[in-house]
């Protein structure tokens, strides 16, 4: 028994340890990347000079840039910096909750349609020219599509009382080819500047940020990301199983719907900006569970950092790579993500021996 002990002492505190130095990691690269993406374009601008005038502009030091430095930095590349954060703080967090909620490591806003149905809506409301709820009207359009898909994805999903691999990944495919019909209609009947809008979504891109856009996106996603860390221990509970989880005294149904609107909250914040980026909210949770293991406590504050990294490393590649042109970000994000979503694929078959 005393041995026991001693070797559960010993594996415990390796167990909490690494999951704080791996958010300390990736919290140090993504401040670094930040600063790096911040200087880094057409106009170059020394890290250490984007540094002092971040400091000059907090009142702790540092120097101010020239007039056309200022501009730069503080006009286009910050909004796209902080907006990049968000988006991808979101989507990874969305991507973690779905993988709990579902139960399937294969579960992610983009795979299953949720970001093609936030697009409809936001697609529709500019294609219809709606103005119902001022600035914010796309991005209410885009969370009631995304609501709506993943509820459909949900109830279409699950059998016997648990979610179906192929089901999932094939209502997936089934709802991503709807809402690219949809989308095309609405192409049909748009004029050419609402074309070039559309156009936009379907792509995936930073490159229209601005504080406005960094300001109407801001409330959506710091309440999803505020929100779902609360949930953690439950959907450790829920891993489980359903049944195990109710006699712990979870409430699964409760439980599953509030987190579905967190996930709609999220995605739809993310795609009224950004467009459609798809694969973020698959790679990054589960590479983490991967590395630091299933507990959602770190998992899902985790998925956001680490969201947020990918995205920002993600854009300055597609701004830098091809220079001057940009790629789209929704590409290249999907030219990646593809690969690891064909090898979990494989790895999750063999591992259950089929799909039964």
């Not at 990691?25 to 984007?50: E, F, W």
């Not at 995936?204 to 779902?228: D, E, I, N, Y």
């Not at 798809?278 to 406590?297: N, Y």
């Amino acid at each position: 028994m005393t041995a026991v002990k001693e070797t559960v002492t010993r594996t415990v505190p390796h167990v909490r340890t690494t999951p704080v130095l791996l958010g300390g990691a990736m919290a140090v690269a993504l401040a670094a990347l930040c600063l790096l993406s911040a200087g880094l374009g057409a106009y170059d601008i020394p890290v250490g000079d984007v540094l002092g005038s971040l400091l000059h502009r907090a009142g702790l030091g540092g120097a101010a840039l020239d007039r056309v430095g200022e501009s730069v930095l503080w006009n286009v590349r910050l909004p796209r910096v902080v907006l990049a954060l968000l988006v991808g703080a979101s989507l990874g967090c969305a991507g973690a909750l779905m993988q709990g909620v579902f139960g399937n490591p294969l579960a992610e806003p983009g795979v299953i349609g949720i970001s093609s149905g936030a697009a409809v809506g936001a697609v529709a409301s500019i294609s219809l020219g709606l103005s119902l709820f001022g600035t914010w009207t796309v991005t209410v359009c885009a969370f009631a599509g995304g609501l709506v898909t993943v509820l459909l994805v949900y109830a279409l999903s699950r059998s016997g009382g648990r979610t179906e691999v192929v089901t999932l990944i094939l209502t997936g495919i089934a709802v991503n080819a709807f809402a690219g019909a949809l989308i095309g209609l609405c192409v049909f009947f748009a004029d050419n500047a609402q074309v070039t809008q559309i156009t936009f979504w379907q792509l995936g891109s930073l490159a229209q940020a601005t504080w406005p856009k960094v300001l109407a996106v801001l409330p959506c996603a710091l309440a999803g990301l505020a929100v779902a860390p609360w949930y953690a221990r439950k959907l450790d509970l829920l891993a489980l199983g359903e049944r195990p989880a109710r006699h712990l005294g979870v409430d699964v149904e409760r439980l599953r719907m509030v987190l579905v609107l967190v996930v709609a909250l999220l995605t739809a914040a993310a795609v009224a900006v950004a467009g459609i980026i798809t694969f973020v909210g698959l790679l990054v949770p589960h590479l983490l569970r991967m590395a630091a293991g299933p507990g959602h406590r770190f998992l899902v504050p985790g998925s956001a950092l680490g969201g947020a990294l990918v995205l920002v490393a993600a854009d300055l590649a597609a701004r830098t790579v091809a220079q001057p042109a940009e790629l789209p970000l929704g590409v290249l994000t999907a030219l990646f993500g593809s690969p690891f979503f064909f090898w979990l694929l494989r790895r999750t078959r063999r591992k259950q021996g089929g799909w039964a």
